[in-house]
């Protein structure tokens, strides 16, 4: 397994440098920043000035073996429009993206479980179609529709929760809810299927027959041998809520990776463009590789080579 | 075996949930929206809490081009002179200051300021500050004071400012952004990123903390050069949902909430004694029109034709729910040189429209024009060309995304007609002209009057107040007639403001906290 995840690790760097190019290209065909860094009212000698004084005016493969050989040395350049280091702007943004996910993930887990167990085992009887109910309307309810609606209810009716910001652990609640519910309803209808094709096993019947009580029979037995897509779709959903969550974050002010990026796309703020996605781009490498090893945890039959 | 197994997987989800809880507790957040309706002086405290839409760039002031930024930084550094809510100039750091000649200026400094890590300001402070805005071009507000030669130091509270070339936007310039005086001492010791984390200025604020795109937190310089300041923290909170502002402020969690739409005024004044205040803003909306021979722009008949067929008081009622003005002029009351006469002022004539459109040709099927304006001002673009259509145009409308909309601005690659939304922190005509000077002029409007070339020219360089004035006036009421650009309106901030606070905005939209009190 050793050898699996040095072998794993190695094959970042092809990809890595990939993603670097194609994003570096993105960025410096789709724009100049420095028209939107003046006023209106600058001159073309202004903008022309501020170009050559950012090295913008160089020709793009000039541009791009300088980036390459700062990357190299994990610079990624000054974001223009912070005017700080681009790299560590975007590393103090993951605190606030995880402790979301990861809330998120919490969130549609501790509901999905049951609902989608429940789901497949009492198919077809009005509870299945009431949990189904619930996963399409979950899924049907844009973000920032949910966020409004939970900011209107908890914050202004009741005045359970803050309405935005970042702070202590009762700011989590309405963010985390908004983007769990969407989760949720998709793990919820991925664990039916996946427990509803196992309940149909050879092996369930032989332990129904030997008289195992039906709790063993599910959770035991059925549910742990369906937690492999669960997983899987676990870590897609995480690597998109680091960095895709903007219309949440938008909505309750949280100051995570998708504001960050978007202002940075917005402004045409390169260095924070290129570093963003370059972390993005690690974090769903490493969290495909964790994947892979909980795979195997779960099921020893998965080798690695 | 078996067991370790089920533990196992049960363990990543176990892991899943531990991690997420331990995330959310380590926070030493204050937690003000927790508590709806606090009272202002929660433990004794006063405490301050705007809520804007965008965040700051940076505390480089000289590397900002923002007016959000510049509207928190005015609290913790101050300006040579500044503009007091009238506008009208008054002593900041300088107390005193003269024209020597044309090209230089003395300042008497104030003596006994000290910045917020105890270095006393001095005349040193004002060389290093706008020596480096002066030189390096990097800076985004190297543009305005590029024309500043060199500051002389003539003792430790005097010095001079020497200009290449006679410019009457001096006292201008240094009451605005990027005029900030910076600690020389503090910068060149520690360098300009120590200076970033930790900003110093003289102002009634110090920093504390910047949680970027979540907030701001000042606290009291009680050794401030005016007196002890009003509040005891002042926290600038980013919000960029509007009606997550509003329920901010509608539960206590924000004081001040600005960029409040139409749609959501009601909400606010329907909650005990909470207030909307409106307030004109440095922006008008600008239809710039192409004149380069050979475009339907190009006949004075079919640009008074747009003039007239534009309803300007319905698109500020029907859109912008009455938060603006309608007006002829872009120098508009507050700013040097304005023309009061052509302001709050619109055309709206269909039938003249009509006809001059007959009498330029195009009695059958009218003129074929692009209209293009970007995102932000979709609306009112779409409202304007419904106009158009009315009185016989076939308007093609081009809505662009901000990048495109200014690639195609620099490139004057625009066609017959753009939506452009013109602010000026510089409150001088000179500001709304540099578009209609020749040389800038080609290309985009092709406008070439060179009687106003003339009067630009020289009010550029004219140092005698009364008579620079005359000239603007002057070139507005030609404009007026020439139409190179139709203005449509003045626009108006909306704020939301609550029951604890007394706060009437500026023209500037600057936040000065000390002209914001607390209610009894």
């Known amino acids: 397994m050793g050898k699996y995840i040095v072998k ?157 910001g970042r702070g202590g652990a009762e700011h989590l609640v309405l963010p985390a809810v908004t983007l769990g519910t969407a989760v949720m309803a998709q793990m919820t209808r991925l664990i039916r299927s996946s427990m509803l094709e196992i309940l149909n096993q050879d092996y369930i019947r032989t332990a129904r027959s030997k008289g195992l009580l039906e709790r063993v029979v599910i959770f035991t037995h059925a549910f742990r041998n369906g937690l492999i897509p669960v997983v899987t779709i676990m870590s897609l959903q995480f690597t998109s809520l680091i960095g895709g969550t903007l219309i949440t974050e938008t909505v309750f002010s949280w100051p995570g990776l998708g504001q960050l990026l978007v202002t940075a796309v917005n402004t045409h703020d390169m260095a924070i463009v290129q570093a963003a996605v370059f972390i993005i781009a690690i974090l769903v490498i490493l969290s495909n590789l964790l994947t892979d090893l909980i795979y195997r945890i779960l099921d020893p039959r998965i080798k690695y080579s | 075996m078996k067991h370790w197994k089920t533990k196992g997987s049960l363990l990543v989800l176990a892991t899943f949930i531990a991690l997420a809880g331990c995330s959310g507790g380590k926070s030493d957040q204050p937690n003000s929206a927790a508590q709806p309706n606090k009272p202002a002086a929660s433990g004794g405290e006063k405490v301050l809490t705007i809520a804007n839409a965008t965040d700051i760039e940076s505390f480089d002031p000289q590397n900002n081009n923002n007016t959000q930024s510049e509207a928190v930084l005015v609290n913790m550094f101050d300006y040579l002179l500044r503009n007091d809510s009238s506008q009208k100039k008054v002593p900041g750091l300088a107390t005193s200051w003269e024209k020597v000649n044309d090209t230089t200026w003395r300042f008497k400094l104030r003596q006994g300021v000290k910045f917020h890590n105890g270095d006393p300001f001095t005349a040193a402070d004002v060389k290093f500050t706008f020596e480096r805005l002066a030189k390096d071009a990097k800076l985004k507000q190297n543009t305005y004071y590029k024309n500043f030669k060199e500051v002389n130091i003539i003792d430790d509270y005097t010095v001079e400012i020497v200009t290449n070339g006679p410019d009457p936007l001096m006292l201008n310039k240094l009451s605005r952004m990027g005029a900030d005086i910076l600690p020389s001492k503090y910068i060149q010791e520690k360098g300009m990123d120590a200076f970033l984390k930790e900003p110093v200025g003289t102002g009634p604020y110090k920093f504390s903390q910047w949680q970027k795109d979540n907030r701001v937190e000042l606290v009291k310089n009680a050794e401030y050069f005016g007196g002890s300041p009003k509040w005891d923290k002042v926290t600038f909170r980013v919000i960029p949902e509007a009606s997550t502002r509003v329920s901010e402020l509608i539960t206590g969690g924000v004081d001040i909430a600005a960029g409040v739409p139409t749609t959501d005024v009601k909400r606010i004044q329907g909650v005990n004694d909470m207030k909307v205040e409106q307030a004109t803003i440095q922006r008008v909306l600008h239809l710039i029109m192409r004149m380069t021979p050979g475009s339907v722009t190009a006949d004075p008949k079919v640009r008074e034709a747009i003039d007239l067929a534009i309803n300007d008081k319905e698109i500020v009622d029907s859109i912008a729910g009455g938060a603006g003005t309608p007006t002829r002029t872009s120098v508009t009351p507050g ?93 001088d005509a000179s500001n709304n002209y540099n578009r209609f000077k020749f040389e800038n002029a080609k290309g985009e409007t092709d406008y070439n009057n060179p009687e106003v070339e003339q009067l630009l020219q020289a009010a550029d360089k004219n140092m005698n107040p009364e008579e620079r004035e005359k000239q603007y006036q002057k070139v507005q009421q030609i404009l007026a007639v020439d139409r190179p650009t139709i203005y449509l309106y003045q626009l108006k901030g909306v704020y939301g403001v609550g029951a604890k606070v007394n706060y009437k905005p500026r023209l500037d939209e600057m936040y000065f906290a000390e002209e914001i009190t607390p209610q009894n």
């Open chain 2, 335 to 427: 700013n040097f040189g304005a023309d009061p006469s052509l302001y709050n002022q619109y055309l709206f004539d269909k039938e003249k429209a009509k006809a001059l459109l007959k009498e330029a040709g195009y009695a059958s099927g009218g003129p074929k024009v692009t209209f293009s304006s970007q995102v932000q001002y979709k609306e009112i673009a779409e409202v304007a060309a419904a106009m158009l259509t009315e009185v016989g145009f076939q308007v093609n409308l081009e809505i662009l995304e901000a990048t495109k909309f200014s690639e195609k601005l620099n490139s004057k690659k625009f066609n017959e007609l753009f939506l452009l939304g013109v602010g000026n922190s510089l409150f």
């Open chain 1, 8 to 164: 794993s690790l190695l094959q970042m760097i092809p990809v890595l440098f990939l993603i670097s190019t194609i994003v570096f290209i993105l960025v410096h065909v789709t724009g100049d920043p420095v028209a939107l860094m003046l006023p209106e009212t600058a001159t073309e000698a202004d903008r022309a000035a501020l170009s050559q004084a950012l090295g913008l005016d160089k020709p793009l493969y000039i541009q791009f073996l300088v980036f390459l050989g700062n990357v190299l040395h994990g610079d990624f350049g000054r974001s223009f429009h912070y005017g700080q280091s681009a790299l560590p702007l975007v590393l103090e943004r993951l605190p606030a993206s995880f402790e979301l996910a990861f809330a998120a993930m919490v969130v549609a887990t501790v509901l999905a479980v049951p609902l989608g167990i429940i789901s497949a085992v009492k198919r077809n009887s009005f509870l299945d179609l009431f949990i189904s109910g619930i996963s399409v309307l979950g899924k049907a309810m844009p973000n920032f529709w949910t966020g409004i609606m939970l900011i209107l209810l908890f914050s202004v009716m009741l005045g359970v929760f803050p309405v935005s």
